[in-house]
């Protein structure tokens, strides 16, 4: 996540220090208890039964799982520029059809560094992903930019050093345009 520079926040990339990331290293539902967290956000969240498709549960409502409302007060409370969400292992940058970012540009540079398409992902069968954490971010911090980087893993820790390297610096490159 890219700290919001206009609200003085830290973060600025004119100095010689990199700039200062802070909050959760990562949100990871998968491994979770309760429902899976990936789809509890607004401001499209829809119910599902989660008896029949655990993975892309929804929770009982918008918001009420502690990891959604703990992650949307932290943006809420640093306003960022850009929030980057690794998942995987599609190797695509995700476009998304609802709500998408703020500055397209960002993408774009992302993309250019990892050489990865830009993209939509299909997450329903409508092809539009509900009650996302990037849709909410999109929606309710204007001139935010959120969005997915499907990784290219095969399994998990598959990423190369030189591929993790090739990560950073897209972040880099996409957090200077946005």
Not at 106 to 126: E, H, I
Not at 128 to 153: H, K, M, R
Request: glycine content about 12%; overall charge positive; hydrophobic content about 40%.
């Amino acid at each position: 996540m890219r700290p919001n520079r206009r609200a003085g926040r830290e973060g600025g990339f004119g100095g010689p220090r990199p700039p200062s990331f802070g909050g959760p290293r990562t949100f990871d539902p998968s491994g979770a208890p309760a429902p899976p967290r990936n789809r509890n956000f607004g401001p499209d969240w829809r119910p599902n039964d989660c008896n029949v498709n655990r993975r892309y549960c929804a929770g009982a409502a918008a918001e009420d799982q502690p990891e959604s409302q703990a992650i949307t007060a932290f943006l809420k409370d640093i306003k960022p520029m850009m929030t980057a969400w690794y998942h995987g292992p599609l190797h695509v940058i995700d476009r998304a059809l609802s709500y998408g970012v703020a500055n397209p540009a960002v993408l774009d540079a992302y993309a250019a560094q990892v050489g990865y398409a830009v993209a939509t992902v299909n997450c329903s069968p409508t092809g539009i992903c509900v009650g996302n954490a990037t849709q909410w971010g999109n929606y309710n911090l204007p001139g935010s930019s959120a969005f997915v980087i499907e990784l290219q893993t095969g399994v998990a820790g598959a990423l190369t050093a030189q591929g993790v390297q090739n990560h950073v610096n897209a972040f880099f490159a996409a957090a200077a345009v946005a």
